[in-house]
């Protein structure tokens, strides 16, 4: 081989080389996909068919009386959030709605945004400690703004209670429905 077909043979192996240098380095570099932690797997307690009963009780959101309610809870892909669509029944007629939850770790705190068919949208953020799940929120209804808390307290693998709060200052709770949901087996 002559001196100048050594030095085209070393200079396309240096470029290979390199190729694959930068390819490894480019494949190193990239960021793994992102697995759930330990906090969104918790969500996974409200994947399933749930059925409600509670009462609303009278107040700003109406005379009170008893209230039905079906949830379909599933992963939403990834399985970082969990997506609820439900419909129920009580005193201010039929109801259907939509939530997301998920877990944010950069505000190391779960969230809850829902809407429903009666025009309301709501942003909560929750803790979860033990069995207890406790969202707050300022919400809007009937041209009122106020504080309100939702319990959920895990009785079960399949069922809950919940708790609906309203306060006008964050200090002096009333109860506006309170309740149980059981998971269909």
């Known amino acids: ?90 005193p201010m007629g039929s109801m259907t709605s939509l939530g997301v939850m998920s877990y944010s770790a950069a505000d190391k705190g779960y969230t809850y945004y829902g809407i429903d068919n009666m025009g309301s949208s709501e942003l909560s953020t929750g803790t979860k400690s033990g069995s207890t799940w406790t969202f707050g929120a300022t919400s809007h209804f009937g041209g009122q703004t106020f504080k309100s808390r939702y319990t959920v307290v895990e009785v079960s693998p399949t069922s809950y209670t919940f708790k609906w709060e309203s306060s006008a200052d964050g200090t002096k709770w009333a109860t506006l429905m309170e309740g149980k949901s059981t998971k269909a087996k």
């Open 1 to 90: 081989m002559t001196k100048q077909g050594i030095t085209r043979h070393l200079a396309a192996s240096c470029l290979t080389i390199a190729a694959f240098g930068v390819v490894a380095l480019a494949q190193a570099q990239a960021p793994a996909t992102p697995k759930p932690g330990p906090e969104q797997k918790a969500l996974g307690y409200f994947v399933g068919n749930w059925t409600g009963e509670g009462e609303m009780k009278p107040g700003p959101l109406g005379p009170g009386g008893k209230m039905t309610s079906t949830d379909s809870c599933q992963w939403f892909e990834g399985g970082f959030q969990v997506v609820c669509r439900g419909k129920g029944t009580g």
